[in-house]
């Protein structure tokens, strides 16, 4: 029998962690390989805040590029991370760099190097109304931690956002917004009313897995990533969305790459790998749905429309043709555990 292949525009991942350093060069080919561009997230130590920050972290990755000479084509786009301290003079000269896409909100220690992070979203509101001005998008960790009544169930916590984003929309109904990695059904429903200023990436693993797989016979520390998986309606509304053809979910991974030590621990890391076989883990949940039809818009289209640049030129292939994955990939000097590590993946792309 023929093997089934599927030929896409090649894609962009529109919410990427790299690290930096060693960690980076161990990682980025991953990335490179496929995809056109990525949207780099700030949430280095200390945190990516000024756009000097951005292109100089930019130029860095640009080095380790050279390094992989087959992967020339591939295009950082990078982001800034908000902090209290945020000014209005910041914003416009991210917004002035056409190698700064967006702003970063995470709301103080809702993630992995997040403390510097936004304390009093409200009080930002002047600096939403630059980004709103000068074209900026608002790119955005939507939990909240804490309410009047003390801390938010950590499976309610993106649900909990969905009032303060409602507030800012309100405020600034020209912002366009990308809500990262919903997770929710409820999270799905307001950015699919919310029009077309609002977005959302979806991960991989929150279209494969559900909250179980935390806990599938003993506890999953590779599986714990923030925001936590949810149920199975969660993510069969997550599934209903990317496959919907709706211009207002894209692909965004947010792989997030953690040595081995740091997940596997008492207190592990939150983040889930998965540059190593992105767009086929994203076609395997396609299939599963029967509309690999669909992965084209959500991989290679609607991102870069929603980030007003052109769709990129030239393509990548797809073969259903299982491979297992490794079980490690060298980590700088340590070791990462990837998403599926010793299991099979069904498909992969051409060479
Ligand atoms: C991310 C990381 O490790 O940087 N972790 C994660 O669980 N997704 C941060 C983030 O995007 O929340
Ligand atoms: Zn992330």
Redesign the pocket.
Known sequence: MAQRTITLRRPDDW?L?LRDGEEMRSVLGHTAQVFGRALI?P?LKPPVRQTCDALNYRRRILQALEAMPKYGYFNPLMTIYLTDDTSITDIVIAAASEHVLAAKL?PAN?????AAGVTDIGKLDPVFGAMEKNGLVLSI?GETLKNDQGEIDIFDREASFIETLDSIIERHPDLRIVV??VTTRKMVEFVQAAGPNVAATITAHHLLFNRNALFKGGIRPHH????VLKREEDRQALLAAATSGSPGFFLGT?S?P?ARDTKEAACG????YTAHAALPLYAEAFDAAGALDRLEGFASHFGADFYRLPRNRGTVTLIQKPWTVPKTYPFDKEALVPLRAGEEVLWQVED
């Open positions: 919410h962690h997230m949430n995470y809702a993630t992995t190097n997040s960790h990262e990695h714990y990533c923030l925001p947010d997030a953690h890391c939150a983040g889930c």
